[in-house]
Nanobody
Framework: EVQLVESGGGLVQAGGSLRLSCAAS????????IAWFRQAPGKEREGVSC????????YYADSVKGRFTISSDNAKNTVYLQMMSLKPEDTAVYYC?????????????????WGQGTQVTVSS
């Protein structure tokens, strides 16, 4: 059974940084993609970034390009989201999601497995 556990959220001032972690386990395939999504109050869940295990391909939403970096540590089965130059509009619950035997796409309905989410709050 695939399990995803996020950590690293918190409260930070605008301009600050946070690093989110997604610890993954239970994959039945070496070919998978892991993505970060976020959902702010009253808004739909949106894709932030994703990474493919097969070729390391990454993708970023325009709103976070140049500020966020996704990376993976395969030895630890952990994916990280380094967030810098945070803005109040980055405030949301951040979710880690995974899909097996598929590439990196920020399409919510592709993802079969989800973590419980971690809150990120950016104060102005």
């Amino acid at each position: 059974e695939v399990q995803l556990v996020e950590s690293g959220g918190g409260l930070v001032q605008a301009g600050g940084s946070l690093r989110l972690s997604c610890a993954a386990s239970g994959f039945a395939s070496d070919d998978y993609a892991i993505a970060w999504f976020r959902q702010a109050p009253g808004k739909e869940r949106e894709g932030v970034s994703c990474i493919s295990s097969s070729d390391g391909n990454t993708y970023y939403a325009d709103s976070v390009k140049g500020r966020f970096t996704i990376s993976s540590d395969n030895a630890k089965n952990t994916v990280y989201l380094q967030m810098m130059s945070l803005k109040p509009e980055d405030t949301a619950v951040y979710y880690c999601a995974a899909v097996l035997d598929y590439g990196c796409y920020l399409r919510r309905l592709l993802y079969d497995y989800w973590g419980q989410g971690t809150q990120v709050t950016v104060s102005s």
